[in-house]
């Protein structure tokens, strides 16, 4: 507590007149008459009775009076605003909103925070409700309106550093719903963070009810010097035989113009070794890429890491990574012309992420046995397609396969019949022949389409130089699955699905015969892209981002334990035991129908498959890295926040309130007028007692 007008303490001398008054002596003589004093002998009058005070309650309450008005005139208020409210207004329920994104981290930030939490919990009065919601990128309410201190502070002690980013919006949303739901008047919501500026983006639609105190503790400091390893860039090739690896790595340094350069240490470690190590030299605000030299990768999956040496934020100072083993892909081509697949042969020679092996067949010589472990089958001008085949292909199809159909001079209205006519999209027509006007050209492309994704970005590959002389059409409509389309409307290519594969139809051949695609650049990569597509393949990622959902199926569909090649439509007929950086384990049962992990930690997670006959099998990993946006330290005003979600009614404070003069806070207190009238209360109610005490007795010389 404070006073505006503490000189009006002198005012205090004023207690020493209802001890002077109890002290004097208050002589009072009965007067009779007499007819003559002649008669009478003169003796002095002595007080032989010891002065002391009597009536002590009458006492006190003269004093209590008066130091009331002394204290009243002195003008007394309450430097913090939450404890003059709440002694004067009642219970609150706090709201304490906690950051723990892995910004938080940073000189120890987070335990700055806790520590102000502990001290917001302490200064709760016994009647005072308290809630805790701990948030980085997504908020949780670890408890809710508890009058419980111990337990408050047992949740603020556990909680521990994320590898997750900023965002403020969840969290004041989970804040908002529990001062709704209060039955409590009085609700307040207090922020602790380092107020990134990344965890707030202005659009979060998030406003405070009318009456909600918003408060806030800032652990961040307005210039703050950081290093990160913000992305890796891995190049893999084949080199006698063994394949070799080169990294680069794109390393950022954040800090005020007026630092130093950063020099520090940059490593390159495999399966937990460092290989490489180099110096590195930073400005301020400048971010550079340091590139490693090329190194052969051992056999199996490879985990590797690029790190920094440790400054004050350590978490991302690493970015780390897992190399699988080089995947092939297995094409059988049944055709009825000898070389009719020499171009996509050759073009399938040629690649290495993933490489591909084939074999050629004669459509008519299709057995079942033919179709084990093929990934993608290949009828190139196929003139007829029996029964027999078709229902195998159907099959092979419906369980995952691709299969990618070439209609060419030989494939007519004839070839696709009875069974074989569930293969395509619609039955082939005829062909058409744009020799006339030096051919027609692709003019649609669909670049949502992994097969010409790779294909949006400028200068990644142009379809338009290739010219097409003759191509089939379909005839009847095909309103779905339409991948690109020549210059006249005419289908290029069209996918349908059944069951768990995909057939993809090429309306022109895939050679020198009806168009000079194959002469393009663009041909041997739209090769390449066309069978990954019809496989269902997908690149193992070398990373993940925290706070992504791994689908571990793609994992476990490309390899398994003994290296075998395995198809996704195959149910999972083993537990999968997941064991995330922090060693902690989860287990995802057979019976879920897909092995989904949210990515919490950053680090590797190790996957094995479990169950009878396989505690053999090797172990997976997958990597996870930060989010690099949180390494930009850069801060946000919290009063540029407070303004965003509290209304204009409520008190903007962060420790008290700022801004305001002492004068200003004293008047929009008024305590002066309750002890001032808590004072003439007083002195009426002396005034009564000390009348009656008067009437009572009997007044004779010496001491009241």
Wanted: net charge negative; proline share 5%.
């Amino acid at each position: 507590m404070t006073f505006l007008t503490p000189l009006f303490f002198l005012g205090a001398l004023a207690l020493a007149v209802p001890v002077f008054i109890h002290l004097t002596n208050r002589e009072k003589k009965e007067v009779v008459d007499f007819p003559s004093l002649m008669f009478l002998r003169r003796i002095p009058y002595r007080s032989v009775r010891r002065q002391k005070l009597r009536h002590l309650f009458l006492f006190a309450l003269r004093c209590l009076a008066l130091l009331l008005l002394v204290i009243a005139f002195a003008r007394p208020f309450f430097d913090s605003p939450t404890a003059a409210t709440a002694a004067a207004l009642g219970p609150r329920d706090v709201v304490l909103v906690l950051d723990n994104s892995y910004s938080m981290g940073y000189e120890n930030r987070l335990e700055a925070a806790k520590q102000q939490a502990r001290s917001e919990i302490d200064g709760l009065s016994p009647d005072d409700r308290g809630s805790v919601v701990v948030f980085s990128d997504r908020a949780e309410i670890f408890s809710q309106s508890t009058l419980d201190r111990e337990q408050l502070k047992a949740i603020i002690d556990g909680v521990e550093l994320s590898a997750s980013t900023t965002r403020f919006g969840p969290a004041l949303k989970l804040a908002k719903k529990i001062v709704d739901e209060s039955s409590l008047e009085r609700t307040e919501v207090v922020l602790l963070s380092d107020f990134q500026r990344i965890g707030w983006e202005g659009d979060e639609d998030v406003w405070l009810s009318t009456g909600t105190e918003f408060r806030y503790e800032n652990v961040g400091s307005p210039e703050s010097d950081n290093a990160a390893v913000t992305s890796v860039i891995l190049e893999r090739d084949q080199a006698s035989g063994r394949e070799r690896l080169t990294a680069s790595a794109r390393v950022t340094y954040k800090a005020s113009a007026d630092e130093p350069p950063l020099t520090t240490q940059i490593a390159l470690e495999l399966d937990g070794r460092s290989l490489q190590s180099k110096p590195l030299e930073l400005a301020p605000n400048s971010s550079t890429t340091v590139s490693f030299d090329p190194t052969t990768l051992p056999a199996g999956v490879v985990r590797g890491t690029v790190r920094l040496d440790d400054d004050k934020l350590s978490k991302d100072n690493a970015y780390h990574f897992v190399l699988w083993p080089g995947q092939s892909l297995s094409v059988l081509a049944l055709e009825a012309r000898s070389r009719r697949s020499l171009y996509v042969s050759r073009a399938l020679a040629l690649g290495d992420r993933p490489s591909f092996s084939m074999d050629s067949k004669q459509p008519n010589q299709l057995r079942a046995a033919d179709l084990s472990g093929r990934d993608v089958v290949v009828l190139n001008d196929v003139p007829v397609v029996s029964a027999g085949a078709a229902r195998l292909l159907e099959e092979f199809v419906s369980k995952g396969g691709g299969l990618v159909v070439v209609l060419g001079e030989a494939s007519g209205r004839n070839s696709f019949t009875g069974a074989a006519a569930r293969l395509l999209p619609a039955p082939p027509g005829a062909s058409n022949d744009r020799s006339r006007d030096w051919g027609g050209t692709l003019s649609y492309l669909d670049y949502g389409s992994p097969v010409f994704e790779i294909f949006s970005a400028p200068h990644t590959g142009d379809f338009t130089a290739a010219k097409f002389f003759r191509y089939r059409s379909f005839e009847t409509a095909v309103a779905d699955g339409v991948l690109a389309r020549f210059d006249d409307g005419a289908i290029a290519l069209a996918e349908k699905r059944i069951g768990e594969g995909r057939v993809l139809v090429w309306t022109s051949t895939l050679d020198t015969f009806w168009n000079d695609l194959a002469r393009q650049p663009v041909f041997l990569p739209f090769i390449h892209q066309l069978m990954k597509h019809a496989a269902g393949y997908t690149e193992a990622n070398p990373w993940h981002t925290v706070g992504e959902v791994a689908d571990l199926d793609r994992y476990l569909d490309m390899v398994t334990g003994q290296g075998e090649r395995v198809r996704g439509s195959e149910a999972r007929d083993y537990d999968l035991i997941v064991s995330a950086p922090s060693e902690d384990r989860t287990i995802i049962p057979e019976t879920e129908e897909r092995a989904l992990l949210p990515l919490v930690e950053q680090g590797f997670y190790e996957l094995r498959r479990a169950g009878t006959g396989s505690a053999a099998l090797a172990a997976m990993s997958l990597a996870a890295n930060l989010d690099a946006a949180e390494s930009d330290l850069s801060s946000l005003d919290p009063e540029e926040l407070r303004a965003a979600v509290a209304l204009r009614e409520m008190e903007p404070t962060e420790s008290g309130d700022v801004g305001r003069t002492p004068a200003e806070q004293e008047s929009r207190q008024g305590f002066w007028w309750y002890l001032l009238v808590a004072a003439f209360v007083l002195l009426a109610a002396e005034t009564i007692l000390s009348n009656r005490l008067s009437r009572s007795q009997t007044v004779i010389p010496g001491i009241v």
